[in-house]
């Protein structure tokens, strides 16, 4: 049924420097203790490389799994386990862990592109990571993780601005006193192959409307910005053009965004267009294509809806080509 299609790629279990698979990597669990009688072999570790995981897309379930006790195990079996379905994604079958001996691997899913609404249910699940073995502590035999599957519609041409975390894209964050918090201005799936400027602007919402808070931009490329900015009032503009003419990709980077976090209280940032802008008729943002011509671009947010937000109580950013999603996933939640 539904994570049950999941496709297993591969069970690869690792060797220290050698990348061998099926073999074991004997190293001391810190702060383990040998006082315990018999086998005491736990579960110490399972992640996934998302939290969230589209159709087309791999994800990675890695598990740690060590012998706590003060002597060698028998033979058991590792397994991951989808509940909802009752069906083991992964088994394997191990030799046995001497007394402080541990091995680590991981499993590499992916998710059916095609017939998605009927191989994989959008929701999130809970994947279950345990072993068979009666042992000295029960309690650390297994673990956790949620999964959260989502149908996936890629964004149009569109701009919008994220924060940079870990190397992900995010609408939201939390920021600390005195924090910086890294933003991207990003140009998706653009119509032209060079952009030479670009045009955009953004409010700040929060608190009494007045800010500490301040936004530094730094170009992709060196050029030069005439917008006019009020940090106080939380108005931002950026009328930019490049010295040099800025390639494009699926997702091009025009600026980055340096936020200086003054405040205390929550921030919502909203792209909006450059005031003034070289197109009044319009309330969005705009590329300059290479012939100098200008090209006008749909934010990817709703209306109505913030692009990013700082120590929200909700994350309530809405994106359009996410609308549909998330009105069905709310029904697994």
Same mark, same amino acid.
């Given at each position: 049924?539904?994570?049950?299609?999941?496709?297993?790629?591969?069970?690869?279990?690792?060797?220290?420097?050698?990348?061998?698979?099926?073999?074991?990597?004997?190293?001391?669990?810190?702060?383990?203790?040998?006082?315990?009688?018999?086998?005491?072999?736990?579960?110490?570790?399972?992640?996934?490389?998302?939290?969230?995981?589209?159709?087309?897309?791999?994800?990675?379930?890695?598990?740690?799994?060590?012998?706590?006790?003060?002597?060698?195990?028998?033979?058991?079996?590792?397994?991951?386990?989808?509940?909802?379905?009752?069906?083991?994604?992964?088994?394997?079958?191990?030799?046995?862990?001497?007394?402080?001996?541990?091995?680590?691997?991981?499993?590499?899913?992916?998710?059916?592109?095609?017939?998605?609404?009927?191989?994989?249910?959008?929701?999130?699940?809970?994947?279950?990571?345990?072993?068979?073995?009666?042992?000295?502590?029960?309690?650390?035999?297994?673990?956790?993780?949620?999964?959260?599957?989502?149908?996936?519609?890629?964004?149009?041409?569109?701009?919008?601005?994220?924060?940079?975390?870990?190397?992900?894209?995010?609408?939201?964050?939390?920021?600390?006193?005195?924090?910086?918090?890294?933003?991207?201005?990003?140009?998706?799936?653009?119509?032209?192959?060079?952009?030479?400027?670009?045009?955009?602007?953004?409010?700040?919402?929060?608190? @009494?409307?007045? =800010?500490?808070?301040?936004?530094?931009?730094?170009?992709? #490329? %060196?050029?030069? !910005?005439?917008?006019? /900015?009020? *940090?106080?009032?939380?108005?931002?503009?950026?009328?930019?053009?490049?010295?040099?003419?800025?390639?494009?990709?699926?997702?091009?980077?025009?600026?980055?965004?340096?936020?200086?976090? @003054?405040?205390? =209280?929550?921030?919502?940032?909203?792209?909006?267009?450059? #005031? %003034?802008?070289? !197109?009044?008729?319009? /309330?969005? *943002?705009?590329?300059?294509?290479?012939?100098?011509?200008?090209?006008?671009?749909?934010?990817?947010?709703?209306?109505?809806?913030?692009?990013?937000?700082?120590?929200?109580?909700?994350?309530?950013?809405?994106?359009?080509?996410?609308?549909?999603?998330?009105?069905?996933?709310?029904?697994?939640?």
């Amino acid at each position: 049924m539904v994570v049950s299609r999941m496709t297993i790629l591969a069970l690869v279990f690792i060797i220290g420097g050698c990348g061998q698979s099926d073999s074991l990597l004997f190293a001391p669990e810190p702060g383990a203790s040998k006082a315990r009688i018999g086998a005491d072999v736990a579960i110490s570790a399972f992640t996934a490389s998302s939290e969230v995981v589209h159709p087309g897309e791999v994800l990675d379930l890695s598990v740690t799994v060590v012998n706590w006790g003060g002597q060698p195990s028998g033979p058991f079996s590792v397994g991951i386990l989808e509940p909802i379905s009752g069906v083991f994604l992964a088994r394997k079958d191990l030799p046995g862990l001497a007394a402080g001996a541990g091995v680590s691997g991981t499993v590499h899913f992916s998710v059916p592109a095609d017939k998605f609404s009927v191989a994989v249910i959008p929701g999130r699940y809970t994947l279950i990571c345990g072993h068979n073995l009666v042992d000295a502590d029960p309690a650390n035999d297994r673990k956790e993780v949620i999964v959260e599957v989502r149908e996936f519609s890629p964004p149009g041409e569109t701009m919008e601005m994220y924060i940079l975390e870990n190397e992900q894209l995010l609408p939201c964050s939390n920021g600390v006193f005195l924090g910086h918090i890294v933003m991207q201005v990003v140009y998706h799936n653009p119509s032209i192959s060079i952009i030479r400027g670009f045009e955009c602007g953004w409010d700040l919402a929060g608190g @009494l409307g007045t =800010f500490n808070s301040s936004v530094e931009v730094s170009m992709a #490329l %060196p050029g030069v !910005d005439v917008g006019v /900015s009020n *940090p106080r009032d939380g108005n931002y503009n950026v009328i930019c053009g490049f010295y040099s003419p800025l390639p494009t990709s699926t997702n091009t980077v025009l600026a980055t965004l340096d936020l200086f976090y @003054l405040d205390q =209280f929550p921030l919502d940032l909203t792209m909006r267009n450059s #005031l %003034p802008s070289a !197109d009044p008729q319009n /309330s969005r *943002p705009i590329v300059i294509a290479d012939d100098l011509s200008d090209v006008v671009v749909d934010m990817r947010h709703i209306p109505g809806f913030p692009s990013v937000q700082i120590n929200p109580a909700d994350c309530i950013v809405e994106y359009a080509d996410d609308a549909s999603f998330r009105k069905i996933s709310s029904l697994f939640r």
